[in-house]
């Protein structure tokens, strides 16, 4: 279980986050959800370790993790997903996702099956660059090279952005797929409602940096987080 409390976070003397409230279970899908600006992105970059959070704690598995950096954070079990995926342009398929070796002892380094079972696509192009995918290749290998590090917690910014409707169901089964293994956190920061309704199993609307509803899939409404995440 990932737990965030009371999570504030700033950019210079300008405060993004005031106070941020989160719990995601392994097993579930915990969405974040809100218009442009309201500091989600900031909230996953916090908990995974790319910005420094002003206050607040950030505990998995009951373990307190002290203002992780990337690599700390990657190391205790979080893999993030950014959007704009980041996938390096010049390198294979491959090489991208050895990239996630990193955080891995030397037994673990390697590519699992279930990764080329999960994407099809990328072991028939394994040898391609990843610049010369498209954008839900690249979607897809981002979300592989997160896999690769075996993580607790699986944090996904924005993944159906610029995404072909095919992919957007592929990836849509995949993540379902993660959750139903009961092994992982998922939190899915997604703008796309229909998409995120029918995924989650808990729901966090963000307001100008703050949680404003936040409840159990079955428990909210629909049309109040609607109004809550639509411009």
């Known amino acids: 279980m990932l737990e965030v409390d009371r999570l504030t976070l ?46 607040g704690t950030v505990t998995l598995d009951g373990r307190r993790l002290d203002h992780p950096t ?36 030397g037994p673990e380094r390697g590519v699992p099956d279930r990764i080329w079972r999960l994407f099809p696509v990328l072991r028939e192009m394994r040898a391609r660059r990843g610049g010369d995918l498209s954008g839900g290749q690249q979607q897809q290998l981002a979300i592989a090279r997160a896999l690769i590090t075996r993580p607790r917690v699986l944090l996904l910014d924005e993944p159906t952005e610029g995404i072909q409707p095919n992919i957007i169901q592929q990836i849509g089964r995949v993540i379902a797929e993660l959750r139903d293994e009961g092994e992982m956190a998922i939190v899915l920061v997604e ?3 229909d998409f995120t309704w029918g ?8 307001t100008r940096g703050a949680v404003s509803l936040s409840g159990k899939a079955g428990e909210i409404d629909r049309e109040a987080l609607l109004s809550r995440v639509s411009i």
């Open 10 to 55: 700033h950019y210079g003397q300008s405060q993004i986050l005031h106070g941020i409230d989160l719990v995601a279970e392994a097993g579930r899908v915990t969405a974040v959800m809100g218009t442009n600006g309201v500091g989600k992105t900031s909230l996953l970059k916090a908990i995974a370790g790319r910005h420094p959070y002003s206050g």
């Open 70 to 105: 990337a690599m700390q954070a990657a190391r205790a079990g979080i893999a993030y997903v950014p959007q704009g995926r980041e996938i390096f342009p010049l390198m294979t398929v491959m090489e991208n996702l050895e990239t996630g070796f990193a955080c891995l002892s």
């Open 191 to 193: 703008q796309y409602f």
């Open 199 to 206: 995924l989650a199993d808990r729901f966090v609307a963000v």
